[in-house]
């Protein structure tokens, strides 16, 4: 069975770090795209950040450049996002995706062409 796996979230202090890992079985994730996507509470879910298949690009959101990281591990069948520097606004549940669509990271992130997504973890920022 096809699936991904969000870990890492939980409750952090504003300023705090926190490090996200999406596992995936079923597939191995260097041959798709891969997004991170958020969903605050009362708001539509947004594109957080972007690797392309090889790794050599990636995108972020305005709202979390310069603090925000995104890598992929083949070897271990995962992609990270690391967090750092973070603000009670990134309080969200976040979902890793990916898709065979593409092989870059498009703008803006195509939410309908993510063929598999995990179940999300929760970041909760507040002191």
């Known amino acids: 069975q096809l699936q991904l796996v969000e870990s890492g979230g939980g409750l952090v202090q504003p300023g705090g770090s926190l490090r996200l890992s999406c596992a995936a079985s079923?597939?191995?994730?260097?041959?798709?795209?891969v997004a991170w996507f958020r969903q605050a509470p009362g708001k539509e879910r947004e594109g957080v950040s972007c690797?392309?298949?090889?790794?050599?690009?990636?995108n972020y959101a305005d709202s979390v450049k310069g603090r925000f990281n995104i890598s992929r591990d083949n070897a271990k069948n995962t992609v990270d996002l690391q967090m750092n520097s973070l603000k009670p606004e990134d309080t969200a549940v976040y979902y890793c995706?990916?898709?065979?669509?593409?092989?870059?990271?498009?703008?803006?992130?195509?939410?309908?062409?993510?063929?598999?997504w995990g179940k999300g973890t929760l970041v909760t920022v507040s002191s």
């Open positions: 079923g597939f191995t994730l260097d041959y798709k795209m």
């Open positions: 995706a990916a898709t065979v669509y593409y092989n870059g990271c498009p703008n803006p992130l195509p939410q309908g062409d993510m063929n598999y």
């Open positions: 690797i392309s298949k090889s790794g050599a690009s990636t």
